[in-house]
């Protein structure tokens, strides 16, 4: 995303620069403190933000880094409950000051310190409690979120906790080799691997780094043994088990006889005898399993530590001299908070799944006399999702009509009085048979237009009174618990839909490719009621690019509930949770790309702005499908000469498309607001 370079201070109070190159600015000024209004000035009317919690479920997935203070807005604790907090809508605001606008992705080093830490304090109490005379090393995999500040962060605020890196291709790999600096920190090698690959990361061990190889293919070991014998460099090897414990969801497999990656036990048994014949079996000290990414159910992660526990005092018994267990990603994120197995759930906590390894591993080793390993985690989307916010805005919407309708005149179709008698008779009791009726005479209004009876004019007033009818309906159906099957729909018919400063493509590509589920809610005006209900769309020519998918308590809804717009005033929404592999899957469908992206850490006065990185440019995502801008522009002046020649354009015309087309070549792909 950019080239990096710094600014002085000096540099920053000058007015914001309007040529909109990109670049990842070095920034060390800080921000004064944005105070949170007193209770007792705020006037909520009938809606509480404590209504708010509970409808957007903020308690649930957004503990303990994200809450809504009296104003009505959005707060981030960045250190969680260890004090300090922002107001996140006026630091977008303050953002935008900056010239950077929106869409914005904001990430908060703080959390990302602040989750690091309680995953290794969650093992550190597991180790005590069970007295296990091991250790933990976790490390992060490049893969889940691979920007350099981030990975850089990473790295600094795992030094305390020897807290290591995991590569899965050999760019990852050279990223992990330069950045990682920790003495004692390990470096797992996954993926699959050729010699260059093999030979590059035995001969970082004589840089003082620890990089284990994990053989996930038969013939790596011959890879391995080869380059054995041509550097004389004994490596630390590693197999990567295909077990038969099964994973659940969308990741489930993952896992189990059919999984891409992981050699079945014949194939490790295999590797075992070849390692041995080439007297590397020394080296083989690590097993790694991974039974997929997001597991909602605990009991999926104590099936699969017992099988590997298993696997891995049975990998002793052979000769190898075994001192690690990697027990692979998987730990859950709860992006809805229903703490629950459903899929964006999960029914265990981080301390639950750092006593369950725990406490197995030991007690399968004692069973059989081996020395426990050393405990190894690739925990990514649990460490990096909270850490960034993805903040947008509302640029319109669209809305079913609603509003009262008229009286038929006299000699007026008899479809257009039975719409009017239906919506005057709608009532609590026979909403259902009422919403029937309006739905028939809608088709048949629909049919006589098609047939040539009904003019243009009839079928916009019979539309008129069915959506009203509609309006009347859902006015009920709000308020009670239970809804008729044939009208669960009705809800997203009436949606309103709010067009959205964002491409769900680049930010979001798991909403769109796997259904994924993020928190998204507005991040100001929380003290008033949201009356309104509509589904996401964003900037894409494209029907998939839409979200119409959100968090609920029993399941997923197909509305969000918002607020109507006010003139001249900008809405705000924020996605959460989302900084875990959204970054890098983004695509640049219509060529929106990157996004702004500013990191912010928590200081004794406020806030500090740690580093700036510009988005893209409309030059930067054409240069990415082969264009050239400076040939763009020439062939926009040649065609500009040729229509001044024809007179078909002025002078001042042609100037002004030039200087308009070079001025879009330079700016932020996403829309001004």
Request: hydrophobic letters at 35%.
């Amino acid at each position: 995303m950019g080239v990096e370079s710094t600014v002085t201070s000096a540099e920053l109070a000058k007015p914001p620069s309007s040529n909109g190159k990109k670049a990842a600015l070095e920034q060390n000024y800080e921000e004064k403190s944005l105070l949170l209004p007193v209770a007792a000035d705020i006037k909520r009317g009938n809606w509480t933000i404590e209504e708010s919690e509970a409808l957007y479920r903020i308690e649930g997935w957004g503990q303990p880094y994200f809450s809504i203070n009296a104003a009505g807005h959005i707060t981030v604790s960045p250190k969680g409950d260890r004090g300090g907090s922002l107001d996140l809508y006026e630091l977008v605001r303050a953002l935008k000051l900056r010239n950077l606008g929106l869409p914005l992705l904001i990430r908060f080093s703080d959390i990302l310190e602040d989750r690091i830490e309680r995953l290794n304090a969650c093992f550190a109490k597991a180790i005590a409690r069970y007295n296990y005379p091991g250790i933990y090393r976790g490390v992060f995999p490049v893969k889940c979120n691979q920007q350099r500040h981030l990975v850089k962060d990473l790295v600094k605020f795992g030094k305390p906790h020897q807290f290591g890196l995991e590569a899965g291709s050999k760019p990852e790999l050279m990223i992990a080799l330069a950045m990682l600096d920790t003495p004692g920190a390990l470096l797992i090698c996954n993926g699959y691997k050729d010699r260059e690959y093999i030979e590059t990361a035995m001969l970082a061990t004589k840089l003082g780094q620890t990089p284990i190889i994990v053989l996930e293919q038969v013939e790596e070991v011959d890879l391995v043994i080869n380059a054995h014998s041509q550097l004389g460099i004994k490596p630390i090897l590693g197999v990567r088990a295909k077990l038969s414990t099964r994973g659940m969801g969308r990741w489930g497999t993952s896992s189990g006889d059919r999984a891409k990656f992981g050699l079945t036990i014949p194939e490790i048994i295999q590797s075992v005898d070849k390692l041995r014949e080439a007297n590397l079996l020394d080296s083989l000290q690590l097993l790694h399993f991974h039974v997929g990414s997001q597991i909602s159910a605990i009991n999926v992660i104590k099936d699969a530590i017992q099988e590997a526990g298993r696997i891995y005092v049975e990998l002793a018994a052979l000769g190898a001299k075994m001192k690690y267990l990697d027990v692979g990603g998987g730990l859950g994120v709860d992006y809805d908070g229903s703490q629950t197995n459903f899929y964006a759930s999960k029914n265990y906590n981080m301390q639950n799944y750092a006593n369950d390894i725990v406490a197995e591993l030991k007690d399968t080793c004692a069973e059989r006399k081996i020395p426990v390993p050393t405990l190894i985690s690739e925990s990514g989307r649990a460490i990096a999702s909270h850490q960034s916010v993805l903040i947008f805005d509302v640029l319109s919407t669209s809305q079913i009509p609603t509003e009262a309708p008229e009286p038929p005149k006299e000699g007026e179709s008899h479809i257009i009085n039975y719409l009017w008698e239906t919506y005057q008779s709608i009532k609590g009791e026979n909403y259902q048979e009422c919403y029937h009726d309006a739905t028939q005479f809608k088709e048949e209004a629909i049919s006589r237009f098609n047939l040539g009876i009904f003019s243009l004019t009839e079928r916009a007033k019979a539309e008129r009174l069915y959506w009203a009818c509609c309006r009347k309906i859902i006015d009920i159906i709000r308020q009670q618990e239970y809804v008729p099957d044939e009208m669960e729909d009705l809800e997203k018919i009436m949606a309103s839909i709010y067009y959205v400063n964002m491409s769900v493509f680049q930010s979001a590509p798991d909403c769109w490719a796997i259904n994924q589920l993020f928190p998204i809610m507005p991040i100001h005006r929380l003290d008033e009621e949201p009356t309104c209900r509509g589904i996401l769309a964003d900037l894409t020519c494209d029907s998939d690019g839409k979200i119409d998918r959100f968090i609920d308590l029993r399941d997923v809804k197909s509305v969000l509930e918002l607020h109507p717009l006010k003139r001249g005033e900008p809405y705000y929404l924020g996605m959460f949770l989302s900084g875990a592999y959204q970054e890098i899957m983004g695509n640049l469908h219509n060529l929106f790309g990157d996004t702004n992206a500013v990191h912010i850490q928590l200081t004794p006065k406020g806030y500090q702005i740690q580093h700036v990185v510009k988005g893209d440019t409309m030059s930067e995502v054409v240069s990415y499908v082969q264009y050239d801008s400076e040939d763009m522009v020439e062939n926009i002046r040649q065609r500009c000469e040729l229509a001044l020649e024809e007179n078909r354009i002025t002078l001042a015309e042609s100037q002004r498309l030039l200087q308009t087309y070079e001025q879009s070549l330079r700016r932020y792909t996403y829309l001004n607001s």
